[in-house]
């Protein structure tokens, strides 16, 4: 069986990869800088991608119009499951954030092959990898998320309930809420991470127009300003707070908490 990941360089495509591998399964680890060359915008990358494979894993990209010719191309070559990231309450918010997650749900939700959805929280490794991890590094973490309580999940057991869907039957026609144990606040967050680095390292509550400002300013366009607060304006209406207990059904094992990854991640 050869399992094609998409997103391979990425937070959870490297990691599915990584656990895939270590199972004995074959990869085919793409993107366009990946061990397998693939790119959304070049279609002349995707026959090669597919064949001979049964199984996805699906990195939906942001711009969601090449996502259903991707798939039905990949259905024709004979690709039988597909298993798509996604966010959470992406059914209930679809058409405010998050284009290409919708789409790709849409599109594996119609292929004809089977599919599950793997609905994630936003990722504990956000802070040490990627969206958060300058501000972390620089000491103040400015975000329009007030107060609100997020269930931060670790990547850890993103790809392995990924590897477990992937290679098991069972998970058809199923969406999955992959969440952490415990809601907590960014500023609990971050005052895990200041407590087992040692470094000084807020969190400040700003307003959607200052954040907007913010990322305006260091040289982002207005839209993407727009769309990243619209994400944050979601989570401060709760529809990402509620811990999901389908990590400890689909492991076996409760979640890795959020003290757990601090622990690894940042012991100084
Ligand atoms: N961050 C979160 O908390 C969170 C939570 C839930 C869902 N999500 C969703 O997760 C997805 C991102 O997944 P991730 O965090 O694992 O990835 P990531 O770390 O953002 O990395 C993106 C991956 O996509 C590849 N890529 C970028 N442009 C590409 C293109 N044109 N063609 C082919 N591959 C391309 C990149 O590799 P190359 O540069 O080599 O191409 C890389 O492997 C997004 O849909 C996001 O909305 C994120």
Excluded: C
């Excluded at 996604?86 to 405010?96: E, L, Q």
């Excluded at 849409?106 to 802070?127: C, H, I, K, M, P």
């Excluded at 509620?242 to 908490?257: K, M, N, V, Y």
């Amino acid at each position: 069986m050869t399992i094609l990941v998409l997103g391979a360089t990425g937070k959870t495509g490297r990691r599915v990869a990584a656990r895939l591998r270590a199972d004995g399964v074959e990869v085919r680890a793409a993107s366009r800088s990946g061990e397998t060359r693939f790119d959304w915008t070049d279609r002349g990358t995707w026959a090669a991608a597919v064949q001979g494979v049964e199984a996805v894993y699906l990195v939906a990209p942001e711009d969601p119009s090449p996502i259903e010719a991707f798939v039905e191309q990949a259905v024709a070559a004979g690709v039988r499951r597909f298993v798509a990231l996604s966010g959470r309450s992406m059914d209930k918010v679809a058409g405010r954030f998050g284009a290409g997650m919708a789409e790709g749900e849409r599109v594996v939700q119609a292929s004809g092959a089977g599919w599950t959805l793997l609905r994630a929280n936003n990722f504990a490794q956000n802070f040490s990898e990627d969206v958060w991890h300058e501000a972390v590094l620089s000491g103040r973490l400015e975000l329009p998320a007030g107060d609100v309580r997020e269930p931060f999940v670790d990547l850890e057991d993103v790809a392995e309930v990924a590897a477990k869907v992937l290679t098991s039957s069972g998970h058809e026609g199923r969406a999955y809420d992959l969440s952490g144990p415990e809601s907590i606040t960014f500023s609990e967050a971050v005052e895990t991470i200041a407590k087992v680095s040692g470094r000084a390292v807020s969190y400040v509550a700003v307003t959607p127009a200052e954040y907007r400002s913010m990322i305006v300013d260091s040289g982002w366009p207005a839209e993407v300003a727009d769309e990243l607060n619209e994400l944050y304006a979601i989570m401060r209406e709760g529809y990402l707070t509620t811990p999901s207990s389908d990590i400890e059904s689909l492991l076996g094992r409760p979640a890795g908490s959020f003290t757990a990854y601090v622990e690894r991640t940042w012991a100084g």
